[in-house]
């Protein structure tokens, strides 16, 4: 075992009694120390994953190791992990003290009271929650409960911090507040985490990787910017991403990339990055928002439908091929609704896939 290697899966996969097949031939490895983001959309099997790695639900076929030891045989009490729950699962007749020492007070590594109470404040005030300490949940908000929550994880010290959509219940001002929390946290306790989350933003700005799953397969196991510069296929392109990407249709015909309105030539693209000898046939040309832009005289000619406006930027709205497409401009850009304008797109910045969601350029 190395480091870098400090979480293992291999081939898992998991078949519940109903047939459905949540996840599907997984592997993934997580060096120590590293915050692990697992994301996706409902259902895509991020959050089976997690609980097999707890021990709480058995893979049907693979493995799983922590530090080079298989975990298949070993009791989720016996694994060395702490595990923060989506709804926080305080116990709502004690103190916060009471809720962060109580796995150090039960089972065979149950603690002297006094040594329970000297960790207990130790994580409250890593968690900065030691005015809290005789306070109970109920008259907590969610970002304190959260805080709470943390800390009885990490009392324990565990070896792995696994997380499961741990924001989802705060405010979007909160939430922004308590992952830069989180992310410092763990950074300072040197944990390795794994954080489940259908959040790309979340994603994105916390986790030093990214692993995307859709319908129980890894689409992209990567650095976050690598996702929204450099998507292995038509999925991670269209997930990560906002405003979302524009997807254009086109047909390659002797050589050329013909839209509905507009040409491009495959020999105007990088041909290092293009997959050699392209059949004929139709294809899909995506482009983020802020590499189609305004210009003189360009590609794309198309009426603005709206204008929306994200703080220091605007988002141009305009329909083309029967499909809302955007520009992403500088606020101080002079264009208003019902503007007819001309566009070209960044050619080093698209990307081209099949009908099947393959990437080729």
Request: with cysteine; charged share 25%.
């Amino acid at each position: 075992m190395n480091d870098a290697e400090f979480v293992v899966v291999k081939n898992l996969r998991k078949v519940y009694d109903n047939g459905h097949e949540a996840l599907k031939d997984v592997s993934f490895s997580v060096q120590k120390g590293d915050l692990v983001c697992l994301l996706g959309p409902s259902g895509c099997g991020k959050s089976t994953m997690l609980n097999m790695l707890a021990g709480l639900l058995q893979p049907t076929s693979g493995d799983i190791r922590f530090a080079g030891k298989s975990m298949l045989k070993v009791a989720p009490k016996d694994r060395q992990i702490g595990y923060v729950f989506q709804n926080y699962a305080l116990y709502p007749h004690m103190t916060v003290r009471q809720n962060v020492m109580f796995p150090l007070t039960v089972g065979r590594h149950k603690l002297a009271k006094a040594v329970a109470t000297e960790k207990a404040d130790k994580y409250m005030a890593l968690t900065q929650i030691t005015d809290l300490a005789d306070q109970k949940p109920g008259s907590l908000s969610g970002g304190q409960q959260q805080r709470v929550a943390i800390a009885r994880a990490l009392v324990q010290e565990p070896k792995i911090l696994l997380m499961d959509e741990p924001l989802s219940n705060l405010d979007a001002r909160l939430r922004l507040k308590i992952r830069e929390e989180i992310r410092a946290l763990v950074k300072n306790v040197g944990i390795t985490t794994l954080f489940v989350t259908h959040d790309q933003e979340e994603a994105l700005s916390i986790g030093d990787q990214i692993i995307l799953f859709n319908d129980g397969r890894i689409q992209q196991a990567d650095l976050g910017q690598n996702f929204y510069l450099e998507p292995r296929n038509y999925f991670v392109a269209n997930f990560v991403g906002n405003p979302v990407i524009d997807n254009f249709k086109v047909t390659l015909t002797d050589g050329q990339l013909v839209g509905s309105d507009f040409k491009l030539a495959l020999a105007d693209l990088d041909q290092t990055k293009l997959q050699p000898n392209l059949p004929d046939g139709d294809y899909l040309l995506s482009v983020r928002p802020e590499n189609i832009q305004p210009v003189a005289s360009g590609r794309l000619r198309a009426q603005v439908a709206d204008v929306e406006l994200i703080g220091r930027e605007r988002i141009l709205k305009f329909m083309h091929d029967g499909q809302q497409a955007r520009s992403l401009v500088n606020l101080e850009v002079p264009i208003k609704i019902g503007d007819t304008i001309e566009l070209d797109l960044r050619l080093d910045r698209v990307f081209l896939f099949t009908q099947e969601g393959t990437r080729v350029y």
